[in-house]
């Protein structure tokens, strides 16, 4: 039983003026294994005062010395990969396999922000005219339960060497993660003040966050409930805001596409963490003149994937990441069958063989756009078939969606493949491929969210245009 009683402000860890005990659970086995003590709207306060005070100092670092500090945080990082495994397994409940990539995605991340930092220009000419980008001030950061940490890095790591300073807020779910990487970052050396990790409730820490004046920037990974919340409370303070938010992606099959590498890719997009992420590829579009094939061959892979116990190397799903995510997934379950929609695989209850823990199994229905479990985010490993008509047909119900967050194209022509891929309506369209690209932007469009992170459209996100005009 781990009992987390310290938040870190000012380059110290000091205990919470907050006293709520928010328990923590192993989704595996459903028991508590620990507690953490929430913060509150006074240590709010104090974390943003303290990021505000060192905010100056901070800015006026050089390129050099900003990189100093980042190769250290990396080093720290990188040296708590086995830590962080533990954790995300025993926490979160991630299988082996997807835990070491989420263990070593923090230093990634940190490596890939000193990168951009090393060939980003600050200041460049505009006829008579000299523009210089310079940090906008304090970040509120504000993390999810479904890659805590690699969200913490990402969004410091690249604050941080814009010149920014911050104040985090992540997941209550994720405290043993988080406390690890704060151990991390407090070993590093950063000048106090720079960051600070107050762990409470958004709706207490993280209302706070929106609304002080003294919070220049807001970046959030969540709902899209939740962002709008964000906008609507930041507008008073007309706060610069980056928000990452839900999806509901389709992965597009083609007509010519190759059944055998088609079929292990969609499911590879759709049941990536999970099911537990936001660009998880929920809808399955297929032609029509192979559905029957299709249906079969998914219906196949399906039974194949193991679901559990995330200690088990052959798992490849994982359990919900709490009980309330637990019945969530069920409910969309029983509503599918309840739409009329056909049950090819999975449905509801836990997985053979398990009897305690917040495992799922691995669903997949077949029926039309217009039913909510093709509509609305699930956050689980449940994925819908759709079949179409031709190419415009699979376009229109493509781009049919509040989200535009991720997509995918699959087919044997990858001329055809890209020309479908850029009319999709989506901030990322991978064609034929599930592979990442970190320099690249990442981000939604519509109801998916507002901004871009990764490379260096995310280290504008944390700087302002100054123009210089010398008579």
């Known amino acids: 039983m781990q009992h987390i009683d310290n938040i870190y402000i000012n380059g110290e860890f000091v205990t919470p003026h907050g006293n709520e005990r ?3 659970f192993n989704p595996a086995t459903e028991a508590v294994i620990g507690t953490v003590r929430l913060a509150d709207e006074v240590d709010a306060g104090r974390a943003i005062a303290a990021a505000k005070a060192a905010f100056t100092g901070w800015s006026r670092t050089t390129k050099d010395e900003r990189i100093a500090v980042l190769k250290r945080m990396h080093k720290a990082v990188a040296a708590r990969e086995d830590a962080l495994l533990e954790a995300i397994v025993t926490e979160y409940g991630a299988p082996q396999a997807r835990g070491r990539w989420m ?4 230093a990634d991340v940190i490596a890939q ?3 951009t930092l090393e060939e980003f220009e600050f200041v460049e000419q505009a006829g008579s005219a000299q523009v210089v980008m310079v940090p906008v001030g304090v970040a509120g950061l504000i993390t999810p339960w479904n890659s805590n940490v690699g969200f913490i890095c990402n969004k410091l790591a690249t604050a941080m060497a814009a010149g920014c300073t911050a104040v985090i807020k992540p997941s209550e779910m994720s405290a043993m993660q988080t ?3 704060t151990e991390a970052l407090h070993e590093a050396n950063i000048p106090a003040g720079v960051f600070n990790i107050i762990t ?3 709706e207490v820490v993280g209302d706070v966050i929106n609304r002080h004046p003294d919070i220049a920037k807001i970046s959030f990974t969540g709902s899209t409930a939740v962002g709008k919340h964000i906008v609507e409370s930041s507008a008073q303070s007309l ?3 980056t928000l990452e938010l839900g999806g509901k992606s389709p992965t597009v099959i083609l007509d010519d596409a190759d059944i055998e590498k088609a079929v292990p890719l969609a499911l590879a997009a759709g049941f990536m963490n999970s099911g537990q992420a936001c660009i998880a590829g929920t809808r ?3 032609p029509r003149s192979r559905q029957a094939e299709f249906e ?9 994937v193991q679901s559990g116990d995330p200690r088990d190397d052959n798992t490849e799903i994982g359990p919900m990441v709490s009980r309330k995510q637990w019945q969530r997934v069920q409910d969309y379950i029983r509503l599918g069958v309840e739409e009329g929609a056909t049950l090819l695989v999975g449905g509801e209850g836990r997985p053979a063989g398990m009897e305690k823990g917040w495992g799922v199994k691995p669903t997949v229905f077949v029926g039309h756009n217009q039913m909510r479990i093709a509509r609305e985010e699930i956050f689980g490993p449940v994925l819908m078939i759709i079949p179409y008509e031709d190419d415009a047909d699979a376009l229109a119900i493509a781009n049919d969606t509040d989200y535009g967050l991720n997509a995918m194209v699959l087919g044997g022509d990858t001329e055809r493949a890209v020309r479908i891929a850029q009319q999709i309506e989506s901030g990322r369209v991978m064609v034929n491929s599930l592979a990442n690209e970190p320099k690249a932007p990442f981000g939604g469009v519509k109801h998916s969210g507002l901004g871009r992170e990764m490379g260096k459209w995310g280290m504008q996100a944390y700087l302002e245009a100054k123009t210089l005009i010398v008579g």
């Not at 263990?103 to 923090?106: E, G, I, K, L, V």
């Open 296 to 304: 079969q061959a998914f219906a196949h892979a399906v039974g194949q």
């Open 284 to 286: 399955i579009l297929v």
């Open 200 to 202: 409470g409730r958004g």
């Open 103 to 106: 263990a070593q995605y923090p």
């Open 179 to 181: 406390q690890i990487v």
């Open 239 to 241: 706060k610069r805001v």
């Open 113 to 115: 922000a000193i990168e």
């Open 22 to 24: 928010f328990e923590l």
